[in-house]
């Protein structure tokens, strides 16, 4: 199957962590990235995970466990600027092409 | 800045016009992506190229028709669209399939409205 879940929407607080997760169950599962897209723009990598473990990139992290089919994305000291849509999106051992789930809109409030 | 430019930006089109989408890419990428994004739904890869050869096509109605003529361009031509093809069309391109396609940069997208 190619099912990826992740919340649709997400509220916090600036200053606040925020975690937003992704399930996924797809066969010939060879890693996972995360995307950021604010209204009206392009999507941006924000980072990959190919193996267990966490992956740190300033206020961002990611972390993903193979063996639950499960990664979350972690961002820490929320700003104003990241309210956006996250989109995790895995990627297949052969052709490399991205799979993306629903994305999940992040407001952050003042 | 992301340096995948896409024209038009906007496109309001006729279901019975031609009109054609480009995307050109400044990073020495050898692999492009066209992906459709309708309100509200995941982005949808729609074709894959590497080396300007297609290696895949999502089943994409024939109505869309993609042309690579070289790594760095890509076009989507569109002929007798229905309304439901109305969408963000997204371009994006990455290192290739043997390399790090999982970053893969995308261009501003073409905001597409079929009348």
């Known amino acids: 199957g190619q099912s990826l879940e992740q919340p649709s929407e997400v509220t916090a607080v600036e200053g606040a962590i925020v975690q937003i997760n992704c399930t996924y169950q797809?066969?010939?599962?060879?890693?996972l990235s995360w995307y950021q897209q604010h209204d009206g723009g392009a999507p941006t990598f924000l980072s990959y995970?190919?193996?267990?473990g966490l992956e740190e990139t300033g206020r961002f992290s990611s972390f993903l466990s193979r063996s639950d089919s499960y990664g979350y994305l972690l961002l820490q000291e929320l700003q104003m600027k990241d309210s956006a849509s996250y989109f995790c999106a895995v990627i297949y051992n052969q052709g490399g092409k991205l799979i993306f789930g629903q994305g999940t809109e992040l407001s952050v409030k003042p | 800045e992301t340096g995948v430019t896409q024209t038009p930006r906007h496109l309001v089109m006729g279901m019975t016009n031609k009109k054609s989408l480009k995307c050109e890419q400044h990073l020495g990428h050898n692999a492009m992506y066209w992906y459709k994004q309708s309100a509200k739904k995941p982005l949808e890869l729609m074709f894959v190229?590497?080396?300007?050869?297609?290696?895949e096509n999502n089943s994409v109605p024939s109505r869309f028709s993609p042309e690579c003529p070289n790594s760095s361009h890509l076009f989507l031509h569109l002929h007798t669209l229905q309304p439901e093809d109305s969408a963000l069309y997204l371009c994006a391109s990455s290192q290739g399939i043997a390399g790090v396609s999982y970053e893969q940069y995308f261009g501003p997208g073409t905001r597409l409205t079929v009348t």
């Open positions: 797809t066969s010939g599962f060879y890693g």
């Open positions: 190229y590497n080396f300007k050869e297609q290696t």
């Open positions: 995970n190919g193996l267990d």
